[in-house]
């Protein structure tokens, strides 16, 4: 069993900061890549950054690419997700999630890769 439990959400402004953290635990966190995805009111879940288990591959989607930076620290078994210049459209729940499989060479980006899942902290950036 796998727990994802994350952590950092909360209020902002736009153009503001925030740092999310996704603590886990119960697996050998430093074989999996990690992925954040988001869910806004009324939309589909949807992919936001993506880390490989090395930390050495990153991958974003140009709607976050050059603001947000996905991180992680395998001695601490913790992944971040740093989001810089923030807009009201980034609103949404954001959940880490882990890998099913470990050591991929490349990053996927696909929801059904990933089989735990957090439980989600909101992101509110008011206009």
């Known amino acids: 069993q796998v727990q994802l439990v994350e952590s950092g959400g909360g209020l902002v402004q736009a153009g503001g900061s925030l740092r999310l953290s996704c603590a886990a635990s119960?697996?050998?966190?430093?074989?999996?890549?990690m992925g954040w995805f988001r869910q806004a009111p009324g939309k589909e879940r949807e992919f936001v950054a993506a880390?490989?288990?090395?930390?050495?591959?990153?991958y974003y989607p140009d709607s976050v690419r050059g603001r947000f930076t996905i991180s992680r620290d395998n001695a601490k078994n913790t992944g971040y997700l740093q989001m810089n210049n923030l807009k009201p459209e980034d609103t949404a729940v954001y959940y880490c999630?882990?890998?099913?499989?470990?050591?991929?060479?490349?990053?996927?980006?696909?929801?059904?890769?990933?089989?735990?899942w957090g439980q989600g902290t909101q992101v509110t950036v008011s206009s």
């Open positions: 119960g697996r050998t966190f430093r074989r999996y890549a």
């Open positions: 999630a882990a890998d099913r499989t470990p050591l991929r060479a490349v990053v996927t980006i696909f929801q059904y890769e990933y089989d735990y």
């Open positions: 880390i490989s288990w090395s930390g050495g591959s990153t």
